[in-house]
T-cell receptor
Framework: DAKTTQPNSMESNEEEPVHLPCNHS???????IHWYRQLPSQGPEYVIH???SNVNNRMASLAIAEDRKSSTLILHRATLRDAAVYYC?????????????FGTGTLLAVQP | DAGITQSPRHKVTETGTPVTLRCHQT?????MYWYRQDPGHGLRLIHY???????DKGEVSDGYSVSRSKTEDFLLTLESATSSQTSVYFC??????????????FGEGSRLTVL
């Protein structure tokens, strides 16, 4: 499985946008980019995923570089509830099993 | 909403004893997964299942076995628990098989302590 690289931690202020980067230089043409987050003492929670085009949903936006070697998860207005570990994961598009291999993620702290 | 129930939620056991964790889903999803989470390691895939009696190994399968005799239940067994298996265990189901595989939905976790 292709590997992703994320900063260990980031800090943001409440109500400001947050840009969480992810590098995946070995991504293959069929790999999808998935983002999950994990709030304290909870299981991971799906955030968003995409292949080539930028994606938006009610939780966040995903901006994918043209060469697909990096992506950025955008939280438009951080809240205290967004403090969590954010995982960027590559999922093989051709695989039938949908298994996801997690890295160590980025710990996002949100200051009031 | 997808429903996953993990049991037990907390367990303390002694080294060498067998332990079974149960993951129960209510919506007949085909794919189910067991992960463990330890400080500094993120989540690591133990085993997964792609149907009744169809299972395969993940990254860290040594010391674990699984069974899926019916769609709704995926059991994780530690035949002889060791202290290195002290962890939080998460079960997950796949909510779709569309482009990109869809999302995984996770249970609340089972905290296992092996003394």
């Amino acid at each position: 499985d292709a590997k992703t690289t994320q900063p260990n931690s980031m800090e943001s202020n409440e109500e400001e946008p947050v840009h969480l980067p992810c590098n995946h230089s070995t991504i293959s043409g069929t790999d999808y980019i998935h983002w999950y987050r994990q709030l304290p003492s909870q299981g991971p929670e799906y955030v968003i995923h995409g292949l080539t085009s930028n994606v938006n949903n009610r939780m966040a936006s995903l901006a994918i570089a043209e060469d697909r070697k990096s992506s950025t998860l955008i939280l438009h207005r951080a809240t205290l509830r967004d403090a969590a570990v954010y995982y960027c994961i590559l999922r093989e598009g051709g695989g039938a099993t949908n298994k996801l291999i997690f890295g160590t993620g980025t710990l996002l702290a949100v200051q009031p | 909403d997808a429903g996953i129930t993990q049991s037990p939620r907390h367990k303390v056991t002694e080294t060498g004893t067998p332990v079974t964790l149960r993951c129960h889903q209510t919506e007949n999803h085909r794919y189910m997964y067991w992960y463990r989470q330890d400080p500094g390691h993120g989540l690591r895939l133990i085993h997964y299942s792609y149907g009744v009696k169809d299972t395969d190994k993940g990254e860290v399968s040594d010391g674990y076995s699984v069974s899926r005799s019916k769609t709704e239940d995926f059991l994780l067994t530690l035949e002889s628990a060791t202290s290195s298996q002290t962890s939080v265990y998460f079960c997950a189901i796949s909510l779709g098989q569309g482009a990109g595989g869809g999302e995984l939905f996770f249970g609340e976790g089972s905290r296992l302590t092996v003394l």
